[in-house]
């Protein structure tokens, strides 16, 4: 027979498991976008743009979803348990943010590049045909003088020198697109780090709070 203590603390019991707080964690793993961009999608720079533009608010919604989740887990009488299903949700749905934003923005630096090499060919281009130019407009009048044209001489070296400094410009602004790209991959590979790091540690707990369990019954 149930003693009235017992009663009382099977009803606290009850009455607690029925304001608990239940984590939605099919909002924290929206599959909108996934199902919206799934991988080799992202065919055009618009394309790519708009996807990055709503990874970024996704981002910033999954981060106050699970911010206020985690709070709410206080709730519950299995905090933890209820703070790891959040933290679970949460790395589980930044992973696939993460490899939507990746692809995008390897969309966006692809049409960066070859916009650029279009650009450097035409500059490249216009260049040859000018040197091509003045090459003839110079032997011309290297002919037709009588004696060595002290004045031609400069002019050449002048052009010879402008043609050198736009080499160099050029040279330039290829290394730093190269930086660049170095920066933003390494950028990327820390992000996956930093990812999968909290998945490790994660995954460690679970299996110490498992194993805790177990040598308790």
Known sequence: ?????????LVSLMSLSAAAFTPDLKALEDMTLVTRYPQGSLV???????????????????????????RRCEENFFVNSCRDDVREARIRQERRLFQIEKE????????????????????????????AQRQRSDSKKAKTAQKPDAKLGTAL??????????????????????????????????????????????????????AKAARGK
């Open 104 to 131: 995008a923005r390897g969309v966006i630096r692809s049409f960066n590049a070859k916009e650029e090499a279009a650009r450097q060919a035409e500059r490249d281009k216009k260049a040859k045909a000018k040197a």
């Open 1 to 9: 027979m149930w003693t009235k203590p017992a009663v009382f603390l």
């Open 44 to 70: 055009s720079r618009e394309s790519a743009e708009h996807a990055l533009s709503e990874v970024k608010k996704a981002q910033s919604r999954l981060k106050e979803q699970a911010d206020f989740a985690h």
């Open 157 to 210: 070296s002048k052009r010879a020198q402008e043609s050198k400094a736009r080499q160099k410009a050029a040279e330039a602004r290829k290394a730093k697109e190269a930086a660049n790209r170095a920066k933003y991959e390494l950028k990327q590979k820390k992000k996956a780090e930093r990812i999968k790091a909290r998945e490790e540690a994660l995954a460690k707990r679970r299996a110490k709070e498992a």
